[in-house]
């Protein structure tokens, strides 16, 4: 199918910008979000290909070892690196929680602090 082509190539395209902007960009948000799109949409498309097909009747047989699951690695892996980015970056950008302070009532000066006043 003529679409399935396309999207490999665009996809290609996509995710070597992708990697050329997380070496090149200080702030990668807008990489890193569009190279998790791209390779949740490729696990997803390979999955349907092999389950229920795709439009125009589309459908692959078998897993095409070893390219099949080494891409499906690839990309997880790349998805993987995306959450531990984002939740390494959230730590990061948390706001300080203040110090910790003992629950103490204040006595004023000359009071006796056992019998409470």
């Not at 399935?4 to 665009?10: D, K, P, S, T, W």
């Not at 200080?26 to 390979?46: C, E, H, K, N, Q």
């Amino acid at each position: 199918m003529f679409y399935i082509g396309v999207l490999f190539a665009v996809g290609s395209a996509v995710m070597l910008v992708v990697a050329v902007a997380l070496v090149t960009v200080r702030r990668a948000m807008v990489a890193w979000v569009t190279g998790a799109l791209v390779s949740f949409g490729m696990i997803v498309g390979f999955l349907l290909s092999r389950t229920v097909g795709l439009p125009n009747g589309y459908y692959e047989a078998g897993w095409e070892a070893p390219y099949g699951p080494l891409s499906l690695l690839v990309e997880g892996v790349f998805f993987l690196a995306f959450l531990t980015w984002l939740g390494v970056r959230t730590e990061e950008g948390a706001a300080p929680e203040p110090p910790y302070r003992a629950a103490r009532e204040r006595i004023a000066p000359g009071r006796n602090a056992s019998k409470g006043w």
